[in-house]
């Protein structure tokens, strides 16, 4: 069971190192590089580093071997942001646990049946827009009034005339 200070540390420890990776390891081979999480031994000497790291197996050997070889530059970059008695060692290790999510995603999407999105309008199918359109049609052929007496027009007039000033057709 981690302690509270080895999390905290190992928080700090995630933060420094993923924030070095993106803006000073000049090394090429790192890219695509995400620090999913750090584990920090209880004495606080050592920590393991897991990384997920976009690409195929090729990258992602270079991209780990990039990051071992960075690892002094990265323990120097802890040890001027995080005040403690020990540097750690550091040790990276890959995480498959977003790969493996990926692929999850996309075996649930061959098996789940597609889901049909309309765009007529919030949530209604295109029958009931056919039923609508009819009804509008109906209203325009019979001349009832089916907006509750509110004004047809965006200048809020009901479309009476100065003849006809109750707005009576």
Known sequence: MSSRRTLKAAEAI????STAILLEVRDPRVRDVTVTKVDVAPDMKSAKVYV???GDE???????????????????????RIDSRYTP?????????????????????EVLPPE?????????SPAAE???SDRD???AADGS????????DADGSDGGTADDPDGRR
């Open 137 to 139: 049609e109906s209203d």
């Open 89 to 109: 060692r550091l040790t990276f290790e890959t995480d498959d646990g977003v790969k493996k999510s990926l692929e999850v995603l996309r075996l649930l999407k």
């Open 58 to 80: 090729r990258k992602q050997r270079l991209s780990l071997q990039g990051l071992q070889n960075s690892a002094g530059f990265l323990q120097k970059a802890i040890a001027d």
């Open 116 to 124: 049909e999105t309309s765009s007529p309008g919030a949530g209604e």
């Open 145 to 152: 009034d089916h907006n509750g007496g509110q004004p047809d």
């Open 52 to 54: 997920s790291i976009m």
């Open 14 to 17: 995630r933060e420094v190192v």
């Open 130 to 132: 056919d039923r609508l």
